[in-house]
């Protein structure tokens, strides 16, 4: 795995210098000036990477078997920014040789559309950046409460990015060191059909043309006054092969629901054929209406994707879960397939919940108790008087309590950011190596 993900790191690196090279080879032989020709490699290198942004996004599923949907989502993000750099570099130069023409000007309108876009999708998307940034923070909520605009249209605002790249491209196409040499002005038009065929697979194609990700709501379980458990059937054949702790996208056919897609952690046994499930709480514009779904309802499913799953490291023998709130989710699926194949494992779930009402599929837990040769289910709930269980939030006394060995166990922990961030920096202490956690982050 670790040598199939450095070949296709060596790759992209390589494709994204491959044009510059060019570049490179033909202004040297006509003795253009260093620093015009260093203007050149900032600007091609902008776009190729502006272009392979397309590439990134569509849901290749050799790169999300490899890497995992969330790397690749902060990676793009990351490259984002990488490339605003590229090209802000590339116009101060070339305003020192050139002046303002239809070809520039172009240049200047992609320019605009890209670092627009960027510092939309900053304050209005991405819920942290590389860093903490309590400002950015500040200003994303007030404009979040002002704007009030739904996900579906920051979406729709965000994909004006395609806009950018065609300005781009045509830019780059008039300028006479491009045009001029047949090699690289190919390679240049190769980077925006293949980014964008694929993109149009995924936006288009899959969404309206494939059979195969066409479901139907066939059951939909209240499991508390705030959480939903949906279960999908496929309109023809059987369910999509997936690993207990993946997700999907789903888009829901109901005029109640917001048409958009939305990623949700698969709460199903994979070796159930017949249908899917995901387990919601409701927490935002889209997760609010779920409710409104009806049995019969139409919809779009995408997956699966995510290499959070115990099966990856099948050798592992003691597993423990750290979940926080609906974050349960994986684990439901993950506990729900050893149930069903193999119950031999040493498994400790850990669950923080505000109170008893959070606590969904109580009964089915507590039945894996007797089920499992050793298993140990353990509630930690923050605001409920009645309980008597433990009480507070998971730390590292909790852990130390439940575990005795802690340093054998692999640790898959699911939840709130924060959360997260406090279980890693628990583990942490305790001295469990880093290949021993495993988690994935989509709150970026």
Known sequence: MKSKRLLWILFYIFAAILPSTFYVTTSINSNSDSLLI????????????????????????????LFG???????????????????????????????????????????????????????????????????????????????????????????????????????????????????????????????????FNHKIIKVYFNKNKKYTVSEVINNSNNIVTLKFKPSQGKVFNYLPGQFLYVRIYNLEVPRDEHPFTISSDPSEQDFVSITVKQLGDFTNKLSKVKVGDSAYIDGAFGSFSYLKRPENKKICFIAGGIGITPFLAMLRHMNSTDNSKKVVLLWGARDLSEVIC????????????????????????????????????????????????????????????????????????KENIHFERFAI
């Open 38 to 65: 260093l203007s050149g490699i900032f600007g091609i290198t902008a776009y190729v990477l502006f272009a392979f942004q397309f590439l990134l996004t569509s849901r290749t599923k050799i790169i999300d078997r």
């Open 69 to 199: 949907m969330d790397r690749i989502y902060r990676f793009h993000m990351i490259i984002a920014v990488l490339a605003i750099i590229f090209a802000f570099t590339h116009k101060m130069l070339k305003e020192i040789y050139f002046s303002e023409s239809f070809q520039t000007s172009l240049g200047d309108a992609a320019f605009i559309i890209f670092i627009s876009i960027s510092v939309f999708s900053i304050l209005m998307m991405i819920n942290k950046l590389f860093f903490k940034f309590k400002p950015a923070d500040y200003i994303r909520s007030l404009l979040n409460k002002m704007l009030n605009l739904k996900y579906q249209y920051k979406v729709l605002i965000h994909n004006i990015t395609l806009i950018g790249l065609i300005v781009l491209l045509v830019h780059i196409l008039l300028a006479y060191s491009v045009s001029s040499n047949i090699y690289l002005e190919t390679i240049l038009i190769i980077y925006f059909v293949v980014p964008f065929a694929l993109y």
């Open 362 to 433: 109580k009964d089915e837990l507590d039945d894996y108790t007797s089920k499992f040769k050793d298993f140990k289910f353990v509630p930690i709930l923050s605001n409920d008087n009645t309980y008597t269980g433990e009480k507070g939030y998971i730390d590292t006394n909790i852990i130390k309590k439940y575990l005795e060995d802690v340093l054998e166990y692999d640790f898959y922990i699911c939840g709130p950011p924060i959360m997260m961030d406090i279980q890693i920096k628990n583990l942490n202490s305790l001295g469990v190596p």
